[in-house]
């Protein structure tokens, strides 16, 4: 067995992992290059103000399920949401700026950061979108009713 032989039968024994490990790659690129955060940050914790932007409209007609042929989705028809963090500059003659984060960041991090280090070091107005779908707050939760007291309704004496 010479040299040549055994080098071949090396590369063909391992020419099948290999080009196995290329597919998983290939497969699952998506969730490598895009990982969703673990927990979302609330950005009006450095004292950013959150927004919500709506859509005009939404993006495909019908949603999802009815572009690739099946029963429309209403859920899917809703104009599509998006988060933005907002610090309002320190006076009305300074500027915003207009940032998008990069990949698995949030709103809650980096650009709350950085919005509240330009508005109190520079006075600058910072706004920072969210991409669709991505970790976007939850809005606020209604604030309770007013709790009513049986006791507190029947007139006492004492």
Do not use: C
């Not at 109190?120 to 009513?148: C, K, M, N, S, V």
Request: avoid cysteine.
């Amino acid at each position: 067995m010479g040299v040549g032989s055994f080098l071949l039968g090396a590369a063909k024994f391992l020419a099948v992992p290999y080009l196995s490990f290329l597919l998983l790659i290939f497969v699952s690129q998506r969730m490598i290059l895009f990982q969703a955060p673990g927990a979302v940050a609330d950005p009006r914790a450095l004292g950013g103000e959150l927004i919500t932007l709506v859509a005009a409209e939404p993006l495909i007609s019908g949603g999802h399920a009815a572009a690739r042929g099946g029963a429309p989705d209403a859920a899917a028809d809703a104009p599509p949401r998006v988060a933005a963090l907002y610090y309002l500059p320190a006076s009305p003659a300074r500027p915003t700026l207009v940032f998008w984060h990069g990949n698995a960041d949030q709103l809650g991090w980096g650009p709350a950061y950085v919005g509240r280090a330009l508005r109190d070091r520079f006075g600058l107005g910072f706004f920072a979108i969210e991409y669709p779908g991505g970790a976007a707050p939850p809005p606020p939760p209604p604030p309770p009713p007013p709790r009513t007291n049986r006791t507190s309704l029947v007139s006492s004496p004492y």
